[in-house]
Every structure is written in C-alpha cells, then in structure tokens.
C-alpha cells in the first residue's frame, strides 16, 4: 500500500528556511515524478513543485520559483523541499503527492500533508 | 501561463439530482485533465483522469467529458458522500494548474 509522510512543517518567522520531507513507501518510488501541492487556510489547491524520476528535472510556480528547491533520494524514498525567504503568502498545508504513471503530472497519492505557518 | 476557470463556484443539490461542473482552460490542453475531489477535513482524491478515464475504485456515477478548453465533470446520482469541493487539474505540460474548486453540498 502506498503511503506519503510528510514531515518539517512549523512555524516559523518571515524571511527564514524550512525544509520539508516526505517519506515514501509502498511503490518504487525511483520510477515516479513527486511533487508538493499546497493549500492555505481556506484555499483551493496549488501546485508548487515537481522533480522528474530521476531528478533531471525540476518545476516550480511562479510564486516560488527562486525561493523553493525540490530535492530526492531514491536511495531513501525521500522527497524534499527546501524553502527559503519564507512569506506570509507561503503560510500553507503541503502535500507531498505522487504521479500516477510515471511523469504525466497528475496525482493519484496524496500524503495527510505538513503545515507550515509564516509568521512574526 | 493557461489559466484553469471552474464554473459555478458552489451548488447545492439534492440527493439523487444530476450534477455538472465546467472547467474552462484558457488554451487548448488536448485531453490533458484530471478531475479530483477533496472532502471536507481530507486529502485530495483523483477520480478522472485524460479528461473522460475513471481512477480505479471510482463509482460508475462520476464521468468526465470534453477536449481543447471545455470540460465536465458530471455526477449522475448525487450520493451524501459526494459533497466537498471538486477541482480541475491541466497537466499537459508545467505549471500543473488547479481550477479554484467548485463546492458541492446539499439543500
């Protein structure tokens, strides 16, 4: 069965780091795309990163790009998120999510998600 | 960026009642979409996926529809279980672009 822990949220001030961390089992995780969605407090979903099987490549939004760097280590199931000069706006759940059949960028698991809240 | 408008943003139904919910892509995406649905407190599920193929374990009354820059969700028998906030996805290439959500809950 496949599952998706996400873990390293908190809060944390305006303008610091945090990395989050996704633990995966349940599949081979070296053959599938990872992503991290987000959601804000009372908001519809946002996808904000995404990484190629391999690594080789990397996605961002707009509204992260610069800020955010998407990790992995296939070696541990792991799939990261490193997040600097953190906002107010960034304030969100995040979800660590799978693709469903290799790198087609739509999601069939979803981790509980890890909370990271942006604020002085 | 192509943007993801879902229409309406909310409804009320009752059970039994046919549903449908648009989503509209601001440019072609081919069959390139996927339909999830999000309960309230509960992680996102996929129900469809290349615009008209049901995840499996979806129940038969979910299908989806369209091509280009039109798409439907449609639930042909509302159950209690349905209600939560169903959302568009396009994944033709990145950014993967959510609709805002559309709400579904009872009258």
């Known amino acids: 069965e496949v599952h998706l822990v996400e873990s390293g949220g908190g809060l944390v001030q305006p303008g610091r780091s945090l990395r989050l961390s996704c633990a995966a089992s349940g599949f081979s995780f070296e053959e599938y795309a990872m992503y991290w969605v987000r959601q804000g407090p009372g908001k519809g979903l946002e996808w904000v990163s995404g990484i190629s099987w391999n690594g080789n490549t990397r996605d961002y939004a707009d509204s992260v790009k610069g800020r955010f760097t998407i990790s992995r280590d296939n070696a541990k199931n792991s799939l990261f998120l490193e997040m600097k000069s953190l906002r107010a706006e960034d304030t969100a759940l995040y979800y660590c999510?799978?693709?469903?059949?290799?790198?087609?960028?739509?999601?069939?698991?979803w981790g509980q998600g890890t909370l990271v809240t942006v604020s002085s | 960026d192509i943007q993801m408008t879902q229409s309406p943003s909310s409804l009320s139904a009752s059970v039994g009642d046919r549903v449908t919910i648009t989503c509209r892509a601001s440019q072609d995406i081919d069959n390139f979409l996927a339909w999830y649905h999000q309960k309230p407190g509960k992680v996102p599920k996929l129900l469809i996926y290349?615009?008209?193929a049901l995840q499996s374990g979806v129940p038969s009354r979910f299908s989806g529809s369209g091509s280009g820059t039109d798409f439907t969700l449609t639930i042909s028998s509302l159950q209690p279980e349905d209600v939560g906030i169903y959302y568009c996805?396009?994944?033709?290439?990145?950014?993967?672009?959510f609709g805002q959500g559309t709400k579904v809950d009872f009258k």
């Open positions: 999510a799978k693709d469903r059949l290799g790198s087609l960028g739509y999601f069939d698991y």
């Open positions: 290349a615009a008209s």
């Open positions: 996805q396009k994944y033709n290439n990145a950014p993967w672009t």
